[in-house]
């Protein structure tokens, strides 16, 4: 079967567009790359938990939709709720940390806090995503380089 009317370009062809076909960040071809979903009762809730993450590097980015109308069961009934949602890009490796500081934050019962995997994705962007949630390599800000290497000591 023929791709159609558009041909998918070769590797060859990529690389003279300068099109990067990089599988860092990738474990057998597949990103790590994940994309949670966390929603959210308030717009200053939604930058609480986004900015808490950033700072402890547990995603690269975070992006807030809303408000949005969530429609759901509840303990035996259909409710409808004003919403923010949280599009969170971090790496699989990060998730359980990322879930608990969100889990901290959140004042639901039980939160929206779905990790959808991205297989696939353009090589700039996730080297970009794991450089952001990598630890950082110099000292935090007020802090010398002799002082953080000293308090790093065993």
Known sequence: MSPGPVQHATERERSRRGVRTSHRGTVGGKSQALQVLVSVPSRQLARRISTAL??????????????IVSRYRWK???????EWL????TRAALYGRLEREILRLHPYDV???????APHGHAAYLDWLRRETAAPTSPPPGRSAKRARR???P
Request: proline letters at 6%; one cysteine or more; a positive charge.
């Open 86 to 89: 949280l599009l969170v890009k």
């Open 151 to 153: 308090e790093s000591r």
């Open 111 to 117: 939160p929206e806090i779905l990790g959808l995997q």
């Open 54 to 67: 950033l700072e402890r590097r547990l995603c690269a980015c975070a992006q807030t939709l809303g408000p």
């Open 76 to 82: 035996g009934r259909i409710e409808e709720a004003r």
